[in-house]
């Protein structure tokens, strides 16, 4: 007996406590508690779901589960309850379920026989705060049920049926757990064992339309946070919009007006202007200002050009600072190849053990390879730059074919050096084949065979290096004809600007003596098949077009070209032109039947050799 007034006691010392005070009073709680007894110290402990200690502080049952929750035989309240969301795990069959008698101030609840089995309970309704009581004594007031349930937690609403049963609503979800275990408990008010006095008590859910509705509240509540959080997430990853374009206006044309003037604000104000244009904001009034905004985005396109040219410039630095560097690589490439081929001759090769000469045979071909792609990156940067020259430098023979001869002097600088190293290459194969030949003879007969096919091999090396050295000895010679070639025609081009400013110096001369004598001009000029000075700078550009094409050119490519110079010249005048200088133009068929094509050639130095 003093067992369950123990546990009577600390039961509603912990609802005190979970409930903050509210419904018990310190005063209406006795103290005296007995603490000889330490098995019902640690049974009442248990009870209530805490781990069991002792004064001292020490476990009085080291097997205590806290996991068994608040009292034996209630699981432990999870926020995952059914109400916020999921059904409770149901409570394990080996789990104890001891109950003991809990005492009130008006009654006193009994605990059902543990043997039977647990009350059955409906389904739990979502939401659920209200419970139904049944089985109350017909003597049982409302004070009596709220000293009962209070203890659970806070009472919201107690609805008393005429009948022996009632509902109870709750502040929260979770003091319904805390009331369905009192379900099975006898109740007796005071000390009377009148069947008035007395009741079984059933506690189960109930639907109530509030629970319901208020979950339905929260539900819709955290639909709309995730609806909220989804679009958030959207928004976050979808790019964003490009701002609106305003509408036309006097005033949001002067600001336009404004910006185009602005290097910065330039791009914007233009979207701006082209947006207003294509929704046909155009008309007779506003065609003044759309003409003068198009005026200031066409007064950019000067800075856009010299931008651009300073980009070119800037581009070709770079290019000439690396084609230096590269140059300046070479140079110390064919430095050190220098150094591997002097080690190579015979007087310091032989010197040398034959993993030394091995090594450095090796080094040298690494360094060959990595200089000829290095001297091939280098010629190819040579021929970009040949091949992109401008008009410019396509009228002004002379200098094309100073590129093309300082070409040429590079291609046979690089034949020889090509050629030396071919050389040095023969010398150390010599130097090898001498040394094996030494070596022959010192050796046993058992290397006989493998040294004398070392030596076919090195024979037939040699002589494909034989071979190879003369090719490139005939190519040299080839390069150096075409050069002198190359030189050839560059004296006979500047004999033909010579003739060709003799012939202008003339043509002026007789035009100043036409003048004094007061004669016209046409007169003096008929003698002569060059009537102008116009026309003698076309013939002497159709001369040097044509020389640069030998097998010639058609009157349409002459003139497309001429056409670069001056649009408004014209097919005619330049074939008129042409027919009346026989002796320096020439005009010869090609082709046969439907590919049949005129082609005019430059026949200048056969007409000098004539007269």
């Not at 001292?56 to 080291?62: D, I, N, R, V």
Request: aromatic share 6%.
């Amino acid at each position: 007996m003093p067992c369950r007034k123990i546990c009577s006691e600390l039961l509603l010392t912990f609802f005190f406590f979970a409930d903050g005070g509210r419904n018990l009073s310190l005063d209406s709680i006795p103290m005296g508690l007995p603490m000889s007894d330490p098995t019902a110290w640690a049974t009442a402990m248990n009870n209530l779901g805490m781990a069991p200690m002792g004064m001292t502080g020490q476990p009085l049952l080291p097997d205590f589960d806290p996991a068994l929750g608040m009292m034996t035989g209630i699981p432990p309240i999870n926020p995952m309850m059914p109400g916020l969301g999921i059904v409770p795990p149901p409570i394990p069959p080996d789990m104890p379920a001891v109950k003991e008698i809990i005492h009130c101030k008006s009654c006193t609840l009994f605990p059902p026989n543990p043997h039977l089995p647990p009350p059955a309970t409906r389904e739990r309704p979502p939401g659920c705060k209200t419970v139904f009581v049944g089985g109350l004594p017909e003597n049982g007031t409302e004070q009596i049920i709220m000293e009962v349930f209070e203890q659970c937690g806070e009472v919201i609403a107690i609805r008393k049926s005429k009948k022996n049963f009632c509902h109870i609503r709750f502040a929260e979800e979770f003091m319904v757990d805390k009331a369905l275990y009192l379900s099975g408990y006898r109740i007796r008010l005071g000390s009377s064992t009148d069947k008035k006095d007395t009741g079984r008590l059933h506690v189960d859910f109930a639907q109530a339309r509030d629970d319901l509705y208020e979950w339905e509240c929260k539900q819709r509540m955290l639909a709309r946070e995730e609806r909220h959080r989804r679009r958030l997430e959207e928004e976050r990853f979808r790019p964003p919009s490009p701002p609106p374009v305003v509408h036309y206006s006097d005033h949001e044309c002067s600001i336009v007006a404004e910006k185009l003037k602005d290097d910065t604000k330039f791009s914007e104000a233009v979207q701006t202007l082209l947006t207003w244009i294509e929704r046909g904001e155009v008309n007779r009034r506003t065609a003044n200002n759309f003409y003068s905004m198009i005026q200031s985005a066409n007064s950019h396109i000067r800075r856009l050009v010299n931008e651009k040219a300073t980009h070119e410039k800037e581009m070709e630095e770079a290019k000439e600072k690396f084609k230096i560097a590269l140059s300046g690589i070479l140079v110390q490439f064919e430095q050190i190849v220098a150094v591997y081929h002097s080690a190579s001759k015979q007087k310091a090769w032989d010197h040398f053990t034959k993993a030394q000469r091995k090594n450095i045979s090796v080094w040298c071909k690494q360094a060959e390879e990595i200089r000829n792609i290095h001297n091939d990156e280098l010629m190819g940067i040579r021929r970009e730059e040949e091949m992109e020259m401008s008009d410019d430098e396509i009228e002004d023979p002379s200098e094309m074919k100073e590129t093309e001869e300082s070409a040429l002097v590079s291609q046979v600088e690089a034949l020889k050096e090509e050629n030396d190293s071919l050389r040095w290459q023969l010398d150390a194969y010599r130097n090898e084949v001498e040394l094996l030949k030494q070596e022959q003879g010192k050796a046993n007969r058992d290397e006989d065979t493998t040294k004398e096919q070392q030596l076919k091999l090195l024979q037939q090396a040699l002589q494909g290096m034989q071979q190879h050295l003369l090719k490139v000895q005939d190519e040299y010679k080839k390069r150096e004809a075409e050069l002198e070639k190359v030189r050839e025609d560059k004296l006979k081009i500047e004999t033909l600007f010579e003739t060709l400013k003799e012939q202008e110096s003339d043509t002026s001369r007789i035009c100043a003596c036409s003048q004094e004598k007061e004669c016209p001009a046409e007169k003096t000029l008929s003698n002569s098949p060059v009537k102008s000075e116009r026309e003698a700078l076309l013939v002497g550009i159709i001369s040097t077009f044509l020389h640069v094409h030998p097998f010639g050119a058609s009157i349409e490519y002459i003139c497309s070209y001429l056409q670069r110079l001056d649009s408004k010249i014209c097919t005619t005048e330049v074939e008129v032109l042409m027919t009346r200088l026989q002796h320096t133009f020439k005009q010869e068929l090609s082709g046969v039947g439907a590919s049949l094509e005129k082609r005019w050639k430059f026949c200048g130095f056969d007409g000098l050799k004539m007269t």
